[in-house]
């Protein structure tokens, strides 16, 4: 069982940067894929970024690649999403995931093992 708890969520002006976190309870953090995935109003949830357990391996949704970048810390169990030029259409309710598999591609797909309760990230015009 894994728990996950996102933070830095917050209100920012269109162009400006954020960086969430996402800390994991356990000791076996390493050994999950990490993703991230977000819902905006009345839209379904959606594959944002993820990285393999090893981090070699990451991926990116059309939509934010060039401007989010996915990273982890295993030693503290965190797994970070620094969003930069940030656009009114990033606002949403981000979703950080753990997932039992080796590579990231059941994250693409949206299937993950654990999920947190999310943060709202604003972004203002």
């Known amino acids: 069982q894994v728990q996950l708890v996102e933070s830095g969520g917050g209100l920012v002006q269109a162009g400006g940067s954020l960086r969430l976190a996402c800390a994991a309870s356990?000791?076996?953090?390493?050994?999950?894929?990490m993703g991230w995935f977000r819902q905006a109003p009345g839209k379904e949830r959606e594959f944002v970024a993820a990285?393999?357990?090893?981090?070699?391996?990451?991926g990116y949704a059309d939509s934010v690649k060039g401007r989010f970048t996915i990273s982890r810390d295993d030693n503290k169990n965190t797994v970070y999403l620094q969003m930069g030029s940030l656009e009114p259409e990033d606002t949403a309710v981000y979703y950080c995931?753990?997932?039992?598999?080796?590579?990231?591609?059941?994250?693409?797909?949206?299937?993950?093992?654990?999920w947190g309760k999310g943060t709202l990230v604003t972004v203002s015009s």
């Open positions: 990285i393999s357990r090893s981090g070699r391996s990451t």
């Open positions: 356990g000791r076996t953090f390493s050994t999950y894929t």
């Open positions: 995931a753990a997932d039992s598999s080796l590579f990231i591609a059941r994250a693409q797909r949206g299937v993950m093992d654990y």
